[in-house]
């Protein structure tokens, strides 16, 4: 039975103890009063919907299915950016999907209090199958919190999710998603956005903990005169941890730009592949990548792989990309200030996993930093 | 007068190469001490060696300060003793902001805020627009040397060391950094060793003593004015040589 609306549960706080302090460090707070509209997706199903009473004219929020039956025309956005026979994965969210959630922010509104959604696994070796449809209406703005986590003990579960981004005319969406898995998780979010005329798409990935496997690549098409997309992504990886992120960018609209951005830091036996590609059919755009990788221990491995595919005069694309140890150097400066070796570097880690790449308002910018302050004080 | 810094007989060794030889030097309380010499004598490793960087191995000799021997001391003790470095090339670290490096040297933690009297005095140094930027990346030649001496006047060291705190500045910067640098030396009887090669920052620097450093080790000890007219004059080599007459008499 479905909460929040009218199910049995009356608040995010009747979850199990358990559930809302590992939600929590994916950034979904359990006070649903400091959300515009909350989602909880628990193992198969949806536990928990609900927009606050004053956004309910600013932004729809349904269980997937539910939404499919209510709006006819959903249906011309159900696997329409991402092709269900890509790979298995996608092939089986398709035939075995569970729920998962649609949003809607309707034309014109700026909702300046986030969204947030949870995509939960709780049980022991579960496979999670979730698409979420994402529609940002004519001329709206608005932030999306978006955690996945496991409870300990869940063994070798499997979590696909499929999303697809709508980011129409004049629209700003800012996607800020944030992973916590156990170390025996596979992970397969498999995401497209489409960008529309001077509307601009901000995705940010926050994974800080370690995953068994992780492979993901969304990719934006901007489409719009003047769209814009920027994808940035923190990324700490440490035990046995496999991590294939990358993100694209294709540039279509003239006077498209897009910025892809990436912090990477493998410990011990650590490995994670950072990809990057920006691409174009229209000359006239203009797009950066960077990818920056830390390694620490002997055994740790960064791959980056920055891709330009740039086509016509008048496409002015860059990337850069660095992989490298915590400079002595920069330790020993702080340390002439008084820091100890320790501290400096924890310092430096901090810095290099910098919430500033993530644009976000100073309330997520905050609760992000508190997430890398731990990391780096754990090194 | 009690001594804030003595080197006794120090000879430092970098990538197993002999840098310096048999240094000694000297500095009071209160005083200002010039080091000068040509490119590539040591006047940097010098520095370093006092403020105890890896890499800039003692062989021989001990470095004392404020009565205590500190010559196998970290860095970060040091500068907790209250010793502080002012360097000629200041490191950029990308995501650490010039604000947190403030913090640290006027020992707050990140979320406590600097003082009013520390804060006029990030105004003061013309610095506030950059503080939420990464320190001393992309800074002009004026921005680092203002920010590293801003770094330094917040540690409260009784100890500076600064290596060439006039080079790459323009002249209001420069004014600026060597008229605080002499306020806050007369107004907490600190001391400093500083490098210079043209000697610009002595105009604001009521210094009183200086020496060459030449081919690793030091040759003369003298007013700086005396010292750097003569290097003006005849040059370095010139200037040993006199020194080494003098001692042989």
Redesign the interface.
Known sequence: MLGGEDGKMKTLKDLPKEVVKTAANVGIEDTEEKRSASFFHLDEAAVFSKVMEDYKDKVELLDIKEALKKHIWLKEYYWKLIDKNKDEYTKNASENVMGGYFMRIFAGQKVEVPLQSCMFISKLRFKQYVHNIIIAEEGSEAQIISGCATTEGTGSAEHVGISEFFIKKDSKLTFTMIHNWSPQTTVRPRSAAVVEDNASFVSNYVILKPVKDLQTYPAAHCKGKNSVARFSSLMYAEGNSYMDVGSRAILEGENSKAEIISRAIAKDNATIISRGDLRNTNPKVKGHLEC?GLLIGKESTIHAIPELLAIGEGSDMSHEAAVGKI????I??????????DE?TA??I?????TSILHLPSELDSMIKNMTEKVSEGL | MPKILEVKNLSVEINKRKTLEAINIEIEKGQIYVLFGPNGSGKTSLLMAI?G??GYKVKEGNIFFDGNDITRK???ER??LGI??G?QL??D?????LI??LK??A?KKSNEELSPEEKTLVEKFDLTYLLDR?VNLDFSGGEKKRAEIL?LLL?KPKLLLLDEPDSGVDLESLRLIGEEIQKYVEKNKASALVITHQGYVLEYLKAERACVLLDSTIHCHNKPEVILEDIRRRGYRECVRCWEGKMAK
């Open positions: 920056r400079a002595e150097k920069e020993f400066y702080l340390m002439s200030r008084g820091l100890t070796k400096a310092l430096i901090r810095g290099f996993l910098d | 403020m960087f890896p970290t860095v970060d500068a907790r502080g470095m360097f200041p490191q670290i990308r995501g650490v902001k947190d490096v640290i040297c020992g990464d770094q540690m």
